[in-house]
């Protein structure tokens, strides 16, 4: 692990899986997650605000205001719930931000972690703007806020995948029956890599060799 003077807002961890694979993740820093929760309020509010003249409409003043009120509730507390679950530990403003929610293992979270983590929200939410899970991300040393803490779970940079270069023209050109035996290439995303450290672990540890197609 690097040292943490040299990089204060992200850092690199190594990650454990079950099958004893050590992976490298980039942890999110408490900048980069307060971007990524100023998007998810942003659109939060543009969600109420459409959704609010809605029901503001429905009724009379007290019901109108009871059922915004209400509203507002479920918006501010279920979001993450549903994004996190829904995408894989995403938000909309952790995507914008190539941050994802993990397992300290390194596995994705699960419904557990994510209502866990939510739920203690409040805590860090307090006094205001997140002053408790700022200063708790400040001093852990993973970035964890109280919510991370109790769920196990941590937030990561995403792998930004470079564009594949153009391909090369080949001289001459091939024929109908060499077409077909050419490998097929492709990009190598981050769960390849992780399926191949995977595959190379497993094999050091069951004495597999590597064989040629």
Known sequence: MTNRAEEPLDNRVALETPEH??????LAGP??????????????LVVLGVLGGFVLGLGGEGIGTGAWLILIFVVDWAWYVFWEWLDDGRSPGKRVMHLRVMRLDGTPVGPREVMLRNLVRVADALPGLYCVGA??????ARFRRLGDIVAGTIVVREERLEEPPAPVP???????REVP????HRRITAGDRRALEEWESASARFGMEWSEW
């Open 21 to 26: 694979v050590e992976l490298r993740d980039s």
């Open 31 to 44: 900048g980069a997650r307060g971007l990524a929760w100023g998007i998810d309020a942003a659109i939060r």
């Open 135 to 140: 200063a708790c991300a400040f001093a852990d």
């Open 170 to 176: 080949i001289e001459p050109a091939l024929g109908e």
């Open 181 to 184: 035996v050419l490998p097929r």
